[in-house]
């Protein structure tokens, strides 16, 4: 079309769900246990990871069902839909708060 710029892609990766997962009475980042099924295929396990931040596939799109588990804390779900434009994936960001155990 007349008036239109062509679309120029970056070489960068991009993660498709970034997680925080926190304590939900003090806001301290929780280790936990984070796994996934992508589109129903799973387990899967985060492609990096350190206490309180996890990074779900890089440049996946699709339905990410997640479960976050932690000694001391409830297993918490969550499930993401991931989308993609013509060059990378649309990050989904999200904070899940784990509730202490009684």
């Known amino acids: 079309m007349a008036g239109c710029e062509p679309t120029t892609c970056t070489l960068e990766a991009r993660a498709s769900v970034t997680l925080q997962v926190v304590d939900a009475q003090t806001g301290d980042d929780v280790d936990a246990t984070v796994t996934f099924e992508l589109d129903g295929d799973g387990p899967r396990e985060p492609e990096e990871g350190w206490p309180g931040t996890y990074v779900l596939g890089t440049e996946q799109a699709g339905t ?31 904070t899940i708060e784990l509730m202490p155990t009684p």
Do not use: I, K, Q, R
Not at 65 to 93: F, I, L, M, P, Q
């Open 64 to 94: 990410f069902a997640v479960t976050v588990s932690a000694d001391g804390y409830e297993t918490a779900t969550a499930e993401y839909v991931v989308t993609e434009d013509e060059c990378h994936v649309e990050t989904v960001d999200d």
